[in-house]
C-alpha cells in the first residue's frame, strides 16, 4: 500500500494562485502521477498528469494556467505540486493525487491522465475553493 497525502488547498479570489502538493513514498523511480479534481455534483475529471519518463499533460481548460512539476525525492519521499494560476471558480472542487508505475502513456494512451482506473493509490484529496 503507498499513502499518497496531498496539501496546499485553501480559499483564494479568481485570478490568484495556490500550489498543490502530493506526496507518497518512493516506491519505485519510474512512476507516473496526475492530480484530479471533483466539483460538488460533477464527476471526477483529469487535470494534468506526468508520466515516468518526464513528460506532462494537460486538460485542455487548465493548459497554461497549470504546472505539475516533481521535486526531487527527499527521505525516500517523492513530491509532485501542481502550481495553479489564474485560478478561476470553475476551478473550485476537491483535488486528488494520484499514483501508479510508470509508464502509464506507454499502457493507456495520451489521454492516462483522464483515466481513474490507470492509478492503484489514491490521496484523500485537498479542497480548492476559488470565489469570483
Known amino acids: 500500500q503507498v499513502e499518497v497525502m496531498e496539501s496546499g488547498g485553501g480559499s483564494v ?6 500550489r498543490l502538493s502530493c506526496v507518497f513514498p518512493e516506491y519505485t523511480p519510474n512512476y507516473c502521477v496526475a492530480w484530479f479534481r471533483q466539483a460538488p455534483g460533477k464527476e471526477r475529471e483529469g487535470v494534468a498528469g506526468s508520466d515516468s519518463d518526464g513528460s506532462t ?5 487548465v493548459k497554461g494556467r497549470f504546472t505539475i512539476s516533481r521535486d526531487n525525492a527527499n527521505n525516500d519521499k517523492n513530491t509532485v505540486s501542481l502550481q495553479m494560476n489564474n485560478l478561476e471558480p470553475d476551478d473550485s ?16 494512451g495520451s489521454n492516462y491522465y483522464t483515466l481513474e482506473y490507470a492509478f492503484g493509490w489514491w490521496g484523500q484529496g485537498t479542497q480548492v475553493t476559488v470565489s469570483s
Open 13 to 18: 479570489q479568481a485570478g490568484g494562485s495556490l
Open 57 to 61: 499533460t494537460y486538460a485542455d481548460s
Open 93 to 108: 472542487g476537491t483535488y486528488y493525487c494520484a499514483t501508479d508505475h510508470g509508464p502509464c502513456g506507454g499502457r493507456y
